[in-house]
């Protein structure tokens, strides 16, 4: 069994050594010592479609890495184009207009027949999916036709609002990346 000793290392770099881990072969022990880190693994073997367990000892996580049963299906197959959105405003100049536009924006978007594949929040976007935004609402109506609704992790530790998440899941660098050149992007 490979192990791959992630603690102390800053996203994306926990998720990129254990993918590389995983390229080489089967089973895969990946050592973080961070929730967010955590969930970040275990989000790249959901979308690989592996086996995992956790095991908690001593302020880390020991996640074990196994092959999986079928691979794992995206949901909702019509779903169209990545919305990468980088602020909480729509358009340069007054903020107060800039929200109200981005209101409208996102339920627009909610209202569409054909949800967008995913939504990824950077910098201050993702104030849009923390509790108490008036936009909260509308990504939970997306969310439930499908779309996955990503919140950059370092962002929200910058702005210290992680516990504050009411919509979707953190993400890393490396998943944004890998969402961009996956799929058309529309960037906001």
């Known amino acids: ?26 089973p895969v ?6 929730d967010v880190a955590k969930e970040n693994v275990l989000k790249l073997c959901s979308k690989l479609g592996l086996q995992t367990e ?24 019509d779903l169209q184009g ?22 409208a924006f996102i339920y627009t ?3 569409r027949e054909v949800a967008p594949k995913r939504i990824m929040l950077v910098n201050s976007g993702v104030f849009l999916a923390l509790k108490g935004s008036q936009t909260v609402e509308d990504l939970k109506i997306m969310e ?8 950059c992790g370092t962002c929200l530790d910058f702005y210290n609002v992680k516990e504050q998440l009411a919509v979707g899941t953190i993400t890393n660098m490396y998943d944004i990346v890998e969402n961009l050149t996956d799929d058309k992007t529309i960037t906001i």
């Open 1 to 26: 069994m490979q192990i791959v000793d992630n603690s102390k290392l800053t996203c994306p770099q926990p998720v990129i050594n254990t993918k590389k881990a995983i390229e080489q072969g089967l």
């Open 29 to 34: 022990k990946s050592i973080v010592d961070n």
């Open 54 to 77: 956790v095991i908690e000892s001593g302020g880390k996580f020991e996640i074990i890495i196994s092959k999986g049963g079928e691979e794992l299906q995206i949901k909702g197959g």
């Open 82 to 103: 990545t919305y990468l959105i980088k602020t909480r405003y729509l358009g340069y100049g007054d903020d107060k207009l800039g929200e109200g536009l981005m209101k």
């Open 109 to 111: 978007l909610a209202q």
């Open 144 to 151: 439930g036709k499908g779309t996955e609704i990503l919140s």
